[in-house]
């Protein structure tokens, strides 16, 4: 796409004007200077088809193609052969052992080792097969067989299971389809379905990733290949995405971690939309779904087409009112969202693609209104009260004080030039702006006044290198530079919690793979040279503006292999050095955070975190079984964390607990145990336990906001005329693990949820799908509090909730 | 050829190492809502002096720590005619806090001790005739010290049952003022 390549330079002019001229001058010499490449060019890296359309030219990336056999007239009924090969759709390995079952021939059978299968003995006319392999999304086809038929079928790999290109143990990813139907719901509640993902939540109104016992700060999220930037400090804070358009949910560690940017100090969260195809036909889906808590309406579009220029362009609404726990209304904790997404992609040529992206997400979001308090007293009367304070007999839309209003924009432009087989090179620019505006209830007619208004703008440029030296091996590199301009917007009325500040960042990534058949290795290295520079206001009166700059260097380093002494069983283990710069949070917070009902205040002389993890996994896999168990041990040295002080500081409101911001040392340890069982085809049992242990070695006492063990058990089953039946239970324990003195109020009781869904997917005539799914999460309407979840000093989670959903697509 | 050129992208983006700076000062606007300052006056029906109790945190939240003032002294088995102040950076905010009469009401509790027996005044009721609280009477009993906490509720609710000038806990609604004054009655 032109249009990208204007645009990166245009940002390039605006920031970089004194060096821009290198890469205009750059690119004429890079596009003649390119070598003829010919034979294998890898496109798109992720390619991803889901629906097949019929026909075409391209007939071999389609997921399945006739065999232009001889067309026999009259085969003998029942005689028939359909064969084919069944084929990973992210990397195009084959799916050993993989099983098909025909449904009108009422029987199953299973691929070789190469993904290879062959089903004799079939009927002439419609029949119906279901593909499927341990760890992917089934696929049903239809196909009217007439002679012996030839087909290939990418069926898309899911979760744990996924061996992927790097050895990343933990690469996972949930696939379209499963997000689509939790797609009514929050993000985190996606990636919550991957093994050692729990969620951080503030009621309904903000849920963020906890991975292996880290979240916020160090627990870094890119969106579509950029670091999602905004206030990811707070823990009242979502990340400003919007779960329809991410296709991807990935969370990865080690040497694929180093590649991204943010600060992290182990795992980085992908969420990647679909990628665009070049021979993807014109498809569209439209999907509306309705919640009985809330009273809850989504409603989301999609058009894309491939070709020369391939485009996809989605549409969500969300509207929901007042959740309801199980006994009362949880006032005030309506939702409202309207997203955008628009992506580009140019196939200039067989060496150069371009791609545009661009996504909106606005929302404005109710905080329970019993869940705003003034001062310890306050708290101390909330936490003593069965129903919350506020709490109203009647449902309502409406959202008031307090609430949030947040809207964020993020602009990706990139070109990708592979002059030959051997080289890729992407260049690669990424804005951000982050609006985010938060209401509190007021004195003075000052409720429409947001008592919190952040304005962030950051921009990410990015160059890399992917270099195969031989069909085993290849080398990433690349270089970032990127910079956050962080802004109280004027107009507030309060003194803010954290500063203005400007920062930039350089860095450098390297990284090597040699991936063979029975070792593979992996190491990687990258360096970020972080700068800050923070505007603070003093608090003496009359107060003075001070500026504080700050330089962090630091390093990453990761290695990691693995070994398949046999097929189907593989072990893995890794190591990976993190260093991570604190934060403007950490460094800077100075003043009453009215969420927490403490006064924080920030060190400026922290310095780095650094963090050693040593991973260890085990994947045994069978035809119809698989056993995956993962273990890390993580000492953290300097580990920021926030000291509760002895003394209170007294204010107006009172006495508050004061907190600084300390440096210690931490160990975090745990264990992901994941199984999975196909007894037939037409039943499927998976079961996932997490377990995380955190310590913070200076204080000797455990760590605050550590998941409460959980296991979650699902069970498919496959009932007649394709209806599929899940139930899943989630069992998540007491936390034990926390001192009195640790929290306000002790974790909440364990406690035991139950889902159940039914879903049927028709294809209509000309490959159009209509699907239809009725859910209903807490099924028994359980009430209970979690642990993670800060809302509940104040109220009990959500109810039951019924959900139906029906979506179309052509 | 191609290889130079590699090289030549990469050193390119090495320059990147170009800073963009905000040299902006940020607005101080903070402190419009603060409340910074508490002050009781007791004027008493006879012809004892009158007292006046102060808290002055002029910084807010964090930074130093708030001042208490006391002149005068609270005499025993005496009656005074209260009236409290709430001050912010900006001056007085009690014509705010009248204004939204019903948003507001001021709550006081003698603890430890002292023998201090505060009633709402007639005077100064929001529009539904219920107490705001800015104007009290105080009714000392014997010699005594202890404590005396004036608490400043926004939207409390001011029909809550059990609701007393000494129980704000029924009340709900949110703390914008918590002072406690150590005292003496002489």
Known sequence: MILALILLLVFYFRFFAAFSGLLILAFPIFLNGADAGAGKVERASWELHRVPKEGGTEGARRSYRWNGGNPIEFQESCSLTLSGKLLSEHDKEPLAYATIYGEQAGRGIQADSAGNFRFTKLCAGTQTFRFTHIGCDGEIRTLNLQRDTQITVFLHHHDNYTETVTVSAKATSGYSRELDEQSTAQLTDALERITGVSSLRSGTSASKPVHDGLFGNRLSLQNNGIAQSGQQWGNDHAPEIDPWVAAYVRVVEGVEALKYAGPTVAATVLIEPAPLRESEAATGKVAYGFQSNGLGNTLNARLSKGGKTAYRVSGTGKLFGDHKAPDYYLSNSGRREANAALQLARFHDERWTSRLYYSLFTADIGVLRGSHIGNLTDLQLALERQTPFFTENEFTYAIASPRQSVNHHLLKAETEFRPNDDHRFTFRYGGQLNNRKEFDVRRGGRSDQAALSLQQWSHLLETAWHHELGPDRHLDASLQYDITLNDNQPGTGVLPLIPDYNANRQSGYVAYHQEGERFQYHAGLRFDRQFYEAITITRDVPARIERFTHVFSTIGASLEGRWTPKPGVSLRGGLTLRQRAPQINELYSNGLHQGVSGIEEGDRNLSLEQSLKITGGLLFSRSNFSFNANLFVQPIQDYIFLEPQPDFRLTVRGAFPLFLYRAGNALLYGTNLQAFWQPSPKWEIDGRLALVRGQNLSEDRPLVFMPSDNFRLSLGYLLAKAWKLSTEALFVSRQNRLEADQDFLPPPPAYALLDVSLSREWTLPSNKILHLRAAAQNLLNTRYRDYLDRQRYFADATGRNIELRISYEW | ?186
């Open chain 2, 1 to 186: 050829m191609t290889r130079h050129i590699y090289l030549f992208l990469g050193f390119g983006l090495l320059f990147f190492a170009a800073s963009c700076a905000d040299d902006d000062d940020p607005i101080i606007d903070g402190g419009e809502e603060l409340i910074t300052s508490v002050t009781l006056t007791l004027t008493p029906n006879g012809p004892q002096e009158t007292v006046v109790l102060g808290f002055s945190d002029p910084d807010g939240d964090g930074g130093n720590a708030p001042s208490f003032s006391t002149t005068g002294t609270i005499v025993a088995n005496a009656n005074y005619q209260g009236q409290v102040s709430f001050g912010g950076p900006d001056g007085s905010i009690d014509a705010e806090i009248i204004d939204e009469g019903i948003d507001h009401q001021v709550f006081y509790q003698s603890s430890g001790g002292a023998n201090l027996d505060f009633s709402y005044a007639t005077i100064g009721t929001d529009i539904n005739g219920l107490p705001i609280g800015l104007s009290t009477i105080l009714q000392t009993g014997a010699v005594s010290s202890g404590e005396l906490t004036i608490i400043l509720r926004h939207e409390p609710n001011k029909v809550a049952a059990g609701i007393a000038i000494d129980n704000p806990a029924v009340a709900g609604g949110s703390t914008d003022v918590e002072v406690t004054f150590q005292v003496t009655v002489e």
